[in-house]
């Protein structure tokens, strides 16, 4: 399978004040190196502070990197590509717009002509299952039917590569278990590549082709797990022996870098 995008040797430090207010370097990525293959869902999971949302920005074109080399459908990492799309945590919706409206954003950006990208943003709707809320504004909804939103603006103007930094992390533990099952129906009907970051092991694992562990710091892939459930998936995909077989492997893995992490805050 074709590697959509190649990290190698990635680092990324940042200027920071000390606990005695003195001016020092906080490296976040050191060497990383990873590959995202054309069409799979990988997601990122480490301690906070590992650097995997960094990577995301980077990838994004919301920061920069200092050395290494990252490549994206073989080419160099430019700063602003439509090819890529972003998912934040928080549903980042414009209050004075209605949902469709949300949705038409990236396609105004691209020049669509209004009506095309008004079909386009309804025929989205329609998957998220929310086109009686067309002309809702963001405050009109549940924080669930946003967070559907904000995937659906990012699908609307087709990136290749989908970024989603723990986009469900702010949801309720109900509306999050349906949530992710929502992104799987989603992905399954286009195989879309995204990377998914993310602090929650049973998240990654039912979501996933591949799970990559992340050291504490400096942040580098530690081990690259492999999801060997069938798809399509669904939630009782959690019960199965092979699923916390995973868990209990991925956990055995991350659990020293989660004691690394918080030993690091305390001593910052």
């Known amino acids: 399978m074709n590697a959509k995008v190649q990290a190698r040797q990635v680092s990324r430090a940042f200027q920071v004040r000390n606990s005695l207010g003195k001016k020092d370097v906080l490296t976040v990525l050191d060497h990383f190196d990873l590959d995202v293959r054309e069409g799979e869902f990988l997601s990122i999971l480490g301690p906070s502070g590992c650097g995997k949302s960094t990577f995301l920005n980077i990838l994004a074109g919301l920061d920069d990197y200092d050395q290494g080399d ?14 890529r799309g972003m998912v934040f945590q928080s549903y980042a919706l414009l209050p ?10 990236g396609l105004e950006i691209r020049s669509i002509r209004k009506k095309e990208r008004r079909e386009i943003a309804r025929r989205y709707l ?42 469900f992390a702010a949801l ?10 929502e992104l799987l129906r989603i992905w399954e009907a286009d195989r879309k590549t995204i990377l998914f970051v993310t602090h929650s092991i049973d998240e990654a694992i039912l979501l996933s082709d591949r799970v990559a562990i992340m050291t504490a710091r400096t942040g580098q892939v530690k081990e690259i797990i492999d999801i060997d459930l069938e798809r399509p998936r669904t939630e009782e995909a959690r019960g199965s022996v092979e699923f916390v077989r995973i868990r209990q492997k991925a956990w055995g893995l991350l659990k020293d870098e989660v004691t690394m992490a918080q030993s690091f805050a305390e001593r910052v």
């Open 70 to 83: 990252i490549l994206v459908d073989q080419e160099v990492l430019k700063k602003r590509s439509f090819d």
């Open 126 to 167: 329609g998957m998220i299952g929310l086109s009686s809320f067309a002309n809702q504004y963001p405050h009109q909804l549940s924080g669930g039917m946003r967070q559907r939103v904000a995937i659906a603006r990012v699908l609307a103007y087709q990136p290749n590569l989908l970024l989603m930094d723990e986009p």
């Open 172 to 181: 309720d533990a109900q509306t999050r278990e349906t949530m992710q099952i």
């Open 96 to 105: 004075w717009r209605t949902v469709l409206e949300n949705l038409e954003i």
